[in-house]
Nanobody
Framework: QVQLVESGGGLVEPGGSLRLSCAVS????????MGWFRQAPGKERELVVG???????KYGDSVKGRFTMSSDSAKNSVYLQMNSLKPEDTAVYCC????????????????WGQGTQVTVSS
């Protein structure tokens, strides 16, 4: 089993920044890919960023150039740096982990965190 715990969400004004963290524990050796997803009220879950084969990352079109995913293996954590936030970025953000080498969508994820709320509003 793998456990994921997100933190770092909150309320931020448009144009502001937030950094989300996802702490990973458990059978970490079974994980080959990580990703961040978000779900806004009344909308389907959306891939924000996911790792792909070759250890590259793929960002959703709506966040390209504004969001950056990173990791710290020593801390067993992945991060999502979000800059130039917009009201439409408001959602619950979840990290996901997979035993496969690609996360291209929700169906690829084996383990989910509980999510952290991000609200962008003035």
């Amino acid at each position: 089993q793998v456990q994921l715990v997100e933190s770092g969400g909150g309320l931020v004004e448009p144009g502001g920044s937030l950094r989300l963290s996802c702490a990973v524990s458990g059978n970490i050796d079974s994980i080959n890919a990580m990703g961040w997803f978000r779900q806004a009220p009344g909308k389907e879950r959306e891939l924000v960023v996911g790792t792909t084969s070759g250890l590259t990352t793929k960002y959703g079109d709506s966040v390209k150039g504004r969001f950056t995913m990173s990791s710290d293996s020593a801390k067993n954590s992945v991060y999502l740096q979000m800059n130039s936030l917009k009201p439409e970025d408001t959602a619950v953000y979840c990290c996901g982990a997979a035993s496969r080498r690609v996360i291209g969508g929700s169906a690829d994820v084996d383990y989910w965190g509980q999510g952290t709320q991000v609200t962008v509003s003035s």
